[in-house]
């Protein structure tokens, strides 16, 4: 055992006591009824010590005996006192070869102190500076927690990320020390942790900094910050809505050797040299987004960690770790995030690291901190998180697949897989269920809870959680749950494998400009959606806009979002530098929802560029040219007329003046976009009728189960654009490349099988056409129902059952299975209110079907139904080349067959989808 066991462990056992408490108050604030009464404070203050500590050495051998989530859990919802074999973990000081690690994974040694700190007032014996005061009234844990949010923006001391990750380790410990020997119990240990803090922080921001963000102008000459620390953690002083800084990055000391230069660079620039800009009237909670984006997942997000952010740095790699691992995420060399440390998740004693390892590692360049013994203890148990924020709350919301067999512990049926990437709060993993067969993406979080950042974290992960779980929509990042276990959380969330576009920049250059008009036509759908829901992104570039294979794009990290009430309300300091808007820099009003569209229109000059506007200069002359300055980013030439006018329109200064993301919408340069999807082939079954079954597979679970909710809201906000731009036909945009859907695969047969064939876990449809419900319809859908539809280029959703796959845009989806092809025949002639027409329109509480003189009432919605059988069936028939024949006429009719016709006519189908895929000149006849 290395000599700083005795120190580095006291600080453990006061950490531990404080994570216990800060853990148990996410567990009380996302308790589940089925906790039942948890008095979080008295429960979290209850524990002894000993508890503490022998529940974290039974997490910890429970993380290191198997890391898979899909091990057994050990839940912090369990009061320690109900655990008989907890035991005190190692004392300080004692040297490991001197602990008796017993099977229970307990030091001997250690029982008797802790005993005695447990029976002396439950408090850890242990030596309080007395320059560390409390903070005198200081609200509870949970006080804190649920106003983690309104911290950064109400509280007077800024948390300056810098002061925790930055504290000399001998400060370290002697605060760490001062807290043990609080009186209070462990959540009020966390509470004078974070007095001292706070208090820590006062006094840092009392320092002059470097930067001030805020009323308060900066005052400070760059001298006065260690280089190695200090230099780039602009201290910002909270506005309305600011307070702690936020988790940082930005005040790791060592992200990335490119931090490292960017510190240099920054120290340099004259930015530093001790003339800021006194006309940029910094303000703002100091929140600067991820980080973690900022070298790992796209850089430049402000989230404390301005040394990664204030330079644009073209080739730093992939930032993200790819489906495809490059060296840079696999080696352990000093470019490795994980050597630099650069992306903590919330506590920089976690990141970076190999969470299962005991391996001891240098917290904040000198400290070390080991993971203490596991006793065998492993309890599993229901964690709020599945409860309180997991899909729970939306019946839409698919959860976890195991959720079905084991609601209470999703996590226990996901195994961890690669790395996909890390970013602020934590590592991002695959998650694949063995037993279903079914990616998703794992973030996983290990909580701590002895200093600020943390609790930004938390408060930041518990918004995202909270925001995601009501957003479904298929340009939005699906969230499938949540859950603790032990001192980690779990975050689910549907798995985009293409990884985002800053990596997709970073690894195949600059976009054609089709590519450009689809993502920034999808960015806008979601975006669309997102703001009608009140809901700021604040975050929005390359690094945060996932891509899935098929080039559907998706918004992600919702880290930053805030749902405001108002039309505007006070901005905080959030986003990432070079895509940040002017009035967010400058804190003056304007919309909040705009914010978005300047990042967009930045995001697509990264897009053509791969880089973002302003990228040459330096973080902090970036802000102040689009802070300060009237100067509009350079537009490439190549870009299009509409391209560039599109960038124009969100780049305008004044945010009042900017589109909505509604409006840019019918912009020339997103309006005819085309899907880039490409045709999907349609798995040919095996056998006829069980080719039935077989082609509800084909169709893949995931596609089923993910189509969009239906959503009123959706519908209003799409339907609001069709008004607009009316319904003629000669609008219709169908896609090149049809694929399933008009696959005789999707024969009627299909049709029999309800929703729930699938997988037994996908909900009734709430639009199901009375041959759905009858059990006889829904073709190709493989009853689904769902049906994204786009007409007159307009998104409309429709859905049934788990929803929320990612289609969307110009072309007619159903069941998952885009029409791809822009087969025109199918459905030529459609006029706005012809019946065909109209069955494809979605009719429900909407205005489309209105428009359309469809009922409105009553009349459930079944059109991808009846578009599927006609097209199913006039495939089979004998003229199917001969366009014109094809009756989709909706009072054509569907003669009932027997099985064995059905079975005839499958085969049928069959051959002659066999003979016709693959030749799409059939389809271009016209
Ligand atoms: N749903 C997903 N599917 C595939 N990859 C993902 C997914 N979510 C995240 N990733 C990968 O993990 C990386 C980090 O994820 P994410 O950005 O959400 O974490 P974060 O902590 O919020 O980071 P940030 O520092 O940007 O706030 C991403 O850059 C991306 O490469």
């Known amino acids: 055992m290395p000599s700083w066991w005795g120190k580095s462990s ?35 203050s209850r524990r002894l010590c000993s508890d503490t500590i022998s529940e974290r050495g039974s997490l910890s051998r429970a993380v ?13 919802c369990q009061s320690f006192a109900e655990r008989p074999h907890a035991q005190p973990l190692p004392l300080p000081g004692v040297h490991p070869a001197n602990v008796g690690r017993t099977d229970s994974g307990i030091g001997i040694l250690t029982k008797p102190r802790l005993e005695k700190g447990a029976n002396s007032s439950l408090f850890l014996p242990l030596p309080r500076p007395g320059c560390i005061r409390n903070r005198p009234n200081a609200p509870d844990l949970d006080g804190d927690l649920a106003t983690a949010s309104v911290s950064s923006e109400s509280t007077t001391d800024s948390d300056d990320p810098a002061d925790s990750s930055h504290r000399s380790p001998p400060a370290t410990d002697y605060d760490l020390g001062t807290r043990t020997t609080t009186t209070s119990p462990s959540s009020a240990m966390l509470k004078d942790q974070c007095a001292i803090v706070n208090h820590s922080n006062s006094k840092e921001a009392k320092k002059p900094a470097s930067l001030s963000f805020g009323n308060h102008t900066s005052s400070t000459s760059p001298k006065r910050r260690p280089i190695s620390s200090h230099v780039l953690n602009l201290q910002v002083p909270q506005h309305v809505a600011s ?30 040299a001790g003339k800021p800009y006194p006309d940029v009237n910094f303000l703002g909670s100091g929140h600067c987004s991820s980080p973690g984006s900022g070298y790992n997942s796209g850089h430049n997000s402000m989230g404390g960690d301005m040394s990664g952010q204030l330079f644009w740095q073209q080739s730093r790699g992939s930032p993200e770790c790819s489906p495809i691992p490059s060296p840079r995420m696999t080696s352990p060399g000093p470019s490795s995030r994980v050597q630099s440390g650069a992306v903590t998740p919330i506590h920089p004693r976690a990141g970076g690291t190999i969470i299962e390892s005991q391996t001891s590692w240098t917290d904040d360049g000198k400290q070390q901190s080991h993971r203490l013994p596991l006793p065998p203890v492993t309890i599993s148990s229901p964690s709020p998180f599945s409860h309180s924020n997991s899909a729970a709350v939306s019946p839409s919301v698919p959860r976890s697949p195991g959720r079905a067999e084991n609601p209470t512990s999703p ?156 039309q505007s309300c006070p901005l905080s300091f959030k986003g990432s530098p070079y895509w940040m808007a002017p009035e967010v820099i400058k804190n003056s009003n ?31 002359a970036a802000m102040f040219k689009i802070g300060n300055s009237k100067d509009l980013p350079t537009i490439p030439d190549h870009l299009s007329d509409e391209g560039k006018d599109f960038v124009r329109q969100c780049l305008q200064r004044d945010p009042l003046h900017r589109p909505t993301a509604a409006q840019l919408l019918e912009h020339p340069f997103v309006k005819s976009t085309a899907p880039l999807e490409r ?48 319904l003629l036909a000669s609008d219709l945009h169908i896609p090149r490349n049809i694929s399933c859907p008009v696959s005789p695969i999707g024969s009627p047969l299909f049709h029999s099988r309800s929703p729930q064939h699938l997988n037994g876990r996908m909900s009734p449809s709430p639009i199901a ?43 007619m989806y ?89 079975t005839s006519m499958f085969n049928k189908g069959k051959e002659r989808w066999n003979k016709f895929k693959g030749d799409e000149t059939w389809l271009e006849a016209d």
């Open 10 to 44: 006291s600080k453990e056992l006061k950490k531990k006591a404080n994570k216990e408490s800060f853990i148990d108050t996410l567990h009380r604030r996302f308790k589940s009824p089925s906790d039942g009464n948890l008095n979080g404070r008295s429960g979290g």
């Open 64 to 76: 290191s005996r198997s890391p898979s989530p899909s091990s057994k859990h050990v839940s912090r």
């Open 243 to 272: 307070g702690s800084a936020p988790d940082s990055s930005m005040s790791s000391p060592s992200r990335s050797p490119m931090r490292a230069s960017s510190t240099e660079q920054v120290i340099n620039s004259a930015f530093w």
């Open 411 to 566: 996590g226990s049926r996901w195994k961890k897989g690669k790395l996909l990437g890390r970013g602020t709060f934590g590592h991002v993993y695959v998650g694949f269920n063995s037993e279903r067969g079914e990616l998703c993406a794992m973030k996983e979080v290990t909580l701590f809870s002895d200093d600020a950042k943390s609790k930004e974290s938390a408060k930041q992960l518990m918004q995202e959680i909270s925001l995601l779980s009501r957003l479904q929509h298929p340009n939005i990042v699906r969230y499938h749950g949540s859950e603790t276990v032990g001192d980690r959380l779990y975050i689910y969330l549907e798995y985009v494998s293409g990884g985002s576009i800053y990596k997709l920049l970073q690894e195949y250059g600059q976009l054609g400009e089709l590519v450009i008009r689809s993502y920034t036509q999808q960015i806008l759908s979601g975006l669309a959606f997102l703001h009608s829901k009140s809901t700021v992104h604040r975050d929005i570039k390359g690094a945060n806009i996932l891509v899935d294979p098929n080039g559907r794009v998706k918004l992600a990290d919702f880290g930053m979002a805030k749902h405001i009430t108002g």
């Open 590 to 620: 304007g919309c909040n929802l705009a914010v978005d569209i300047w990042s967009l229109g930045c995001t697509v000059l990264e897009m053509a560029t791969t880089k973002p506007p302003w990228s040459q200069f330096e973080g902090v």
């Open 679 to 726: 045709p999907i082939p349609s798995p040919e079954p095996t056998d006829p009728p069980p080719g039935v079954t077989n082609g509800v597979k084909a169709m893949g679970i995931n596609q089923a189960r993910n189509f969009p909710t239906l959503d009123s809201e959706k519908l209003a906000v799409h339907s609001s654009r069709v008004s607009k731009t009316g």
């Open 769 to 811: 056409s009375p041959r759905t419900t009858s059990g006889s319809s829904t073709p190709l859908t493989g009853g689904t129902g769902a049906i994204p539809f786009n007409h007159l280029k307009q998104s409309v959703y429709l859905q049934e059952g788990f929803g929320n796959m990612p289609y969307h845009t110009n072309g």
């Open 814 to 902: 159903a069941n998952g299975l885009a029409y791809h092809d822009s087969s025109p025949d199918l459905f030529r002639g459609m006029q706005p209110g012809s019946p065909i027409f109209s069955e494809l329109v979605p009719c429900e509480n909407d205005l489309i079907g209105k428009q359309l003189g469809r009922p409105t009432q009553g009349e459930p919605y079944d059109g991808q139904s009846v578009l599927a059988v006609r097209v199913s069936r006039q495939l089979l028939r004998d003229h199917v080349k001969t366009k014109p024949s094809l009756d989709l006429s909706p009072n054509s009719p569907l003669p009932s067959r027997t099985g064995a016709e059905e």
